[in-house]
């Protein structure tokens, strides 16, 4: 019989985003994000002890160097030299701008603690799985969700059940992997973007009113600091040399029909990540009217209906 820990979360889509790092060798971000957890989505991975380390993702062998630091500072802290055998599986595209890696490190984070009986608090385990993906810190927590710039854990503003009436529509424009990392991007914007200062200097004073407007659960107040976010930070990777460019035709299609939706009077806010899929913030009451039109951008696209979603699921048993 052998141990093993299943564990499920759920991706971090950040409202406010973070691009940039404070300290690449703690993997710090340079600016705050605050962030909604997607319910409806998950990663789930099994972890069991075993002679190598081995990472599986949706079956397929992954090479090591992203996971053996966590791994190491993980046996490091348990004072254990055992080995990990991971499997773990998305239920949406890995690697393409949806947050995959935030899901994924922070359930193997999680899992990989709990089989090495390591006693953490979640600030702890946030911390562990920052260091790993930062947006991952985030994923350790259900609700709304807080890593401030510089910030070792993120922390939960409010749970799941705060906005209950929330949608995020995750529209799928493209299945295949994104032409070049967020790590590699963020790198290339610090280096070569004019405007990397400038977006460091504006990305904090966009927390205030996002944190204003969710206190309040105002939509279009929130919508309308998420477009702001979003847009800056591909305007810092537009402008990096060689410029970085996540959008596809049908990625812009979307934001423009969002765009006459609002002029409508319907609330349908938009984000873009790392990639050419487009989140759609909008209320329950309007999903069939915002799918529909969305739909019809073209038919080909899959529109997953995400609500605000629950933390880590961990459970412990023998195989
Ligand atoms: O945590 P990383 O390295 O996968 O980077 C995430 C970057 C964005 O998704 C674009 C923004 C964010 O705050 O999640």
Redesign the pocket.
């Known amino acids: 019989m052998t141990t093993e820990v299943f564990c499920r979360t759920s991706p971090?889509l950040?409202l406010v985003?973070?691009?940039g790092k404070k300290s690449t060798r703690h993997n710090l971000p340079a600016t705050p994000?605050l962030?909604v957890t997607l319910g409806g989505v998950h990663t789930e991975t099994r972890v069991r002890i075993a002679d190598i380390d081995t990472v599986r993702l949706n079956g397929e062998l992954l090479t090591l160097d992203r996971f053996t630091p966590l791994f190491d500072s993980l046996r490091r802290a348990a004072g254990r030299k055992v080995r990990f055998q991971v499997e773990s599986s998305n239920d949406f595209p890995s690697s393409a701008g949806l947050?995959s890696?935030?899901s994924g490190f922070a359930a193997l984070t999680v899992a990989c603690a709990r089989i090495l009986e390591l006693e953490l608090s979640p600030a702890q385990l946030s911390a562990f799985a920052r260091s790993a993906?930062?947006?991952?810190a985030r994923s350790l927590f259900g609700g709304f969700t807080l890593l401030p710039a510089g910030g070792f854990a993120a922390e939960q503003l409010y749970g799941p059940e705060y906005w209950p009436e929330l949608r995020i529509l995750v529209v799928l424009v493209s299945r295949e992997a994104k032409p070049i990392s967020?790590?590699a991007a963020m790198e290339a914007t610090r280096l070569s973007s004019p405007y990397y200062h400038a977006w460091l200097r504006n990305a904090g004073q966009l927390l205030d009113p996002a944190l204003r407007a969710l206190e309040t659960r105002d939509i279009s107040a929130l919508g309308s600091v998420v477009r702001l976010s979003y847009s800056r930070?591909h305007a810092a990777l537009l402008a990096s040399s060689p410029p970085v460019l996540y959008w596809l035709p049908n990625s812009v299609a979307i934001l423009r029909e969002c765009q006459r939706l609002r002029d409508e009077g319907i609330d349908a806010w938009e984000t873009m990540?790392?990639g050419p899929q487009v989140k759609v913030l909008c209320l329950a009451s309007e999903v069939a009217a915002v799918s529909e039109r969305l739909q019809a951008v073209d038919p080909r696209l899959k529109i997953i209906v995400a609500s605000v979603g629950e933390g880590p699921v961990c459970q412990v048993g023998e195989r």
């Not at 993906?133 to 991952?136: G, I, L, T, V």
């Open positions: 971090s950040a985003k973070y691009w994000s962030a947050a890696s935030s993906s930062a947006s991952a967020s790590r930070m990540d790392a």
